[in-house]
C-alpha cells in the first residue's frame, strides 16, 4: 500500500487506521521510529510518484497528520524525510499544524533551511549505515497496542481510493492518467468494482495528480 494510495483515499481517515496498524507491527518488531514520507508533493517529473501523496501540499499535510496520529497511538514516533527536494507550501502547512516531528536530513545545511521556513524540530543524519540526532538523543514511547489482523482494512483502503477519471477502462496503478478509472490493486474484488465505477460513471477516490 503506497503513500499515494493513501492520497488518493475519499475517506481520509482511513489513513489514521493504516498509521495505527503500521505502528502496531513496527512497535512488535521492536522499532522506536517510522519514517512517514517526504517533504514533498506529487509532481509529474518525481522519480517514484508511489512515494507521494497529492499534488496538494494541503491535503498531503492532512494524510501525514492523520497517518502519524495513528502511528503515536500505537506507540511509534513519526518521522518525515527531509532528503532531495522539498515543497516549502507542505513544510508551511506541517508547521501551521504543529506537526514538527522529527526529520531525516542529508546534513546541517537542509536542517538549517528547515529551520529557517520555521520547523523547528528534532534532525537526524545518517552516517555510515547508523543515525545520528543533532539536536537530541534518540527516545521512545512506552506504549503499545495488540497488531490487528490487517485484511480488511487493507480492502477497505483499495476500495475508497478507487479514482473515475472519465469513460475508458480499468487501470491498475498508472499515474497522471485522464480517462478510465485507476485503481491500486490487481485483485479481483477491486477490478470489481472498478467496473462498476465505469458504468455508474463515479467512485469514491479522489484524484492525486
Request: overall charge neutral.
Amino acid at each position: 500500500m503506497s503513500l499515494l494510495t493513501l492520497g488518493s483515499l475519499g475517506n481520509t481517515s482511513l489513513a489514521q487506521e493504516v498509521g495505527q496498524y503500521v505502528g502496531s507491527v513496527a512497535k512488535q518488531d521492536g522499532y522506536s521510529y517510522y519514517l512517514i514520507g517526504p517533504l514533498d508533493t506529487l509532481s509529474v517529473d518525481d522519480n517514484d510518484y508511489f512515494y507521494r501523496v497529492n499534488k496538494s501540499p494541503f491535503i498531503t499535510a492532512d494524510i501525514y497528520e492523520k497517518f502519524a496520529t495513528g502511528l503515536g497511538n500505537a506507540g511509534i514516533i513519526p518521522v518525515f524525510d527531509g532528503r532531495g527536494k522539498i515543497d516549502t507550501n507542505l513544510v508551511s502547512s506541517l508547521v501551521t499544524r504543529k506537526l514538527t516531528y522529527p526529520v531525516l536530513v542529508e546534513d546541517e545545511g537542509k536542517a538549517n533551511l528547515l529551520r529557517a521556513l520555521g520547523y523547528k524540530a528534532v534532525f537526524i543524519v545518517e552516517e555510515n549505515g547508523e543515525y545520528k540526532f543533532l539536536n537530541s538523543i534518540p527516545v521512545s514511547l512506552y506504549w503499545k497496542i495488540p497488531v490487528q489482523n490487517p485484511e480488511e482494512l487493507r480492502k477497505k483502503v483499495l476500495l475508497n481510493s478507487i479514482i473515475y477519471l472519465g469513460p475508458g477502462e480499468v487501470q491498475i496503478r498508472k499515474s497522471f492518467v485522464t480517462s478510465g478509472v485507476v485503481v491500486f490493486s490487481d485483485e479481483e474484488f477491486v477490478i470489481s468494482e472498478a467496473k462498476k465505477a465505469l458504468e455508474k460513471r463515479t467512485a469514491p477516490g479522489r484524484v492525486p495528480w
